[in-house]
């Protein structure tokens, strides 16, 4: 049995998730592909721990850091977040997603008033992040250039 935890991220976190953003295969599959300066990211990362429309969270398990997993409140509707994730890159392929996607979904929900949806957008070509929103209820519901997928809080069985 692993012990895996879903913490808040922190200033000690940001070099980290810098290093996991600039990735080769995670700027393949995003949607913004630039490289990101650390002093770019630094100052996006500051101002996300204290923005309140705004939540992001690690997965560690075994004291290990796994991946990041953001939410961000639409500007559109406030029942809406947009979620991310990034796996680190050498914990790929070992099935942690899944309990990043669904823990991370808890710990924002005991933490945050309800919202009534979460929105991925994912490329087309990331068939990976596809199965794996998919397999925690979240449904295609718009496919332009880019899949955007949707988990209704309020739907049956969730």
């Known amino acids: 049995m692993s012990d895996f ?14 290093e996991w953003r600039n990735d080769p295969l995670t700027l393949k599959m995003s ?8 002093e770019d990211h630094t100052l996006w990362f500051e101002k996300i721990l204290v923005d309140k429309s ?17 939410f961000e409140q639409s500007n559109i509707n406030k029942d809406i977040h947009d979620v991310s994730l990034n796996i680190s ?18 710990a924002f929900k005991k933490e ?16 990976r992040s596809q199965k794996l929103f998919e397999s925690c ?7 332009k250039d880019y899949l955007t997928y949707r988990y209704d809080l309020y739907r049956p069985g969730n």
């Open 89 to 106: 890159p050498s914990m790929r392929g070992k099935g942690l997603g899944k309990k990043l996607l669904i823990q991370g979904i808890e």
């Open 112 to 127: 945050k008033s309800p919202c009534r949806y979460f929105c991925a957008v994912i490329k087309k070509e990331n068939t």
């Open 31 to 38: 949607i913004n592909q630039n490289f990101i300066s650390l």
């Open 137 to 143: 209820g979240f449904y295609n519901f718009i496919s």
């Open 54 to 70: 705004k939540s992001l969270y690690l997965g560690e398990e075994s004291k290990v850091l796994i991946g990041v997993i953001r």
């Open 5 to 18: 935890n879903i913490i808040k991220a922190e200033k000690k976190h940001c070099k980290k998730i810098w």
